[in-house]
C-alpha cells in the first residue's frame, strides 16, 4: 500500500478502541511472537474506549487505520510516557510511524513536555533511535515476568 498525502492524523475516537487493539495485536506479532507471548501482552495491548477518553492517542488513516500513538503526560512535571506506538504490518515502513511521531511531539510541546520516555520492545529500539530517543536502562516487562525491556526517553 502507498503513503501518499491523503493519510490524516487525528485525535482517536472511543469507537476506534476495537481497531486499535486489532493493530496493537497485529504489530506485535509481526515482530515474531508466538501465541503464548501474545496471550501474555493482551492486557497490556487492549486499547479501551476509556483509555481513548482518559489519555491522548493519535491514529493516522488513509480510509482504513494504519496505526497508532498514545502517550499520558504523567504528575511529574514535564514528562511524559509515550505507552502505544503501533502500526499495521501493512502499513510499516512507509512514514507513518514519523507522521504520528512528529503529532506527538508537537502536542507533547505544546504541553510544555521537556522528556519522553517509553518502555521499547527490543524490536522496536532502532525505530525509536531513528526519531532520537536514546536508551536508559533496563526495567521489567509489564506483561512477562522475568523479562527485561528497554526504556528509552528523548529530551525536547
Known amino acids: 500500500m502507498a503513503l501518499d498525502e491523503k ?8 469507537i476506534d478502541a476495537r ?9 506485535k506479532q509481526s515482530n515474531g ?24 492517542y493519535w491514529v493516522a488513516e488513509q480510509n482504513v487505520l494504519c496505526g497508532f500513538a498514545g502517550f499520558t503526560v504523567s504528575d511529574a512535571p514535564g514528562v511524559a510516557q509515550l505507552h502505544s506506538f503501533f502500526i499495521d504490518p501493512k502499513w510499516q515502513k512507509k512514514g507513518i510511524g514519523k507522521r504520528l511521531w512528529f503529532k506527538v511531539l508537537q502536542s507533547a510541546i505544546a504541553q510544555d513536555v521537556k522528556v519522553i520516555q517509553l518502555d521499547s520492545d527490543p524490536a522496536a529500539v532502532e525505530f525509536y533511535e531513528s526519531l ?7 526495567v521489567p516487562s509489564g506483561s512477562i515476568k522475568g523479562r527485561l525491556i528497554p526504556r528509552m526517553e528523548i529530551l525536547l
Not at 7 to 13: G, L, M, Y
Not at 19 to 27: C, E, G, N, V
Not at 35 to 48: G, I, N, P, Q, Y
Request: a negative charge; aromatic letters at 12%; one cysteine or more.
Open 33 to 56: 511472537y508466538d501465541d503464548e507471548f501474545m496471550r501474555a501482552c493482551a492486557k497490556e495491548l487492549t486499547v479501551s474506549e476509556s483509555d481513548l477518553e482518559n489519555d491522548e
Open 132 to 138: 532520537g530517543f536514546k536508551f536508559v536502562t533496563k
Open 19 to 27: 481497531y486499535l487493539t486489532d493493530i496493537a495485536f497485529r504489530s
Open 7 to 14: 493519510i490524516h492524523i487525528r485525535r482517536a475516537k472511543p
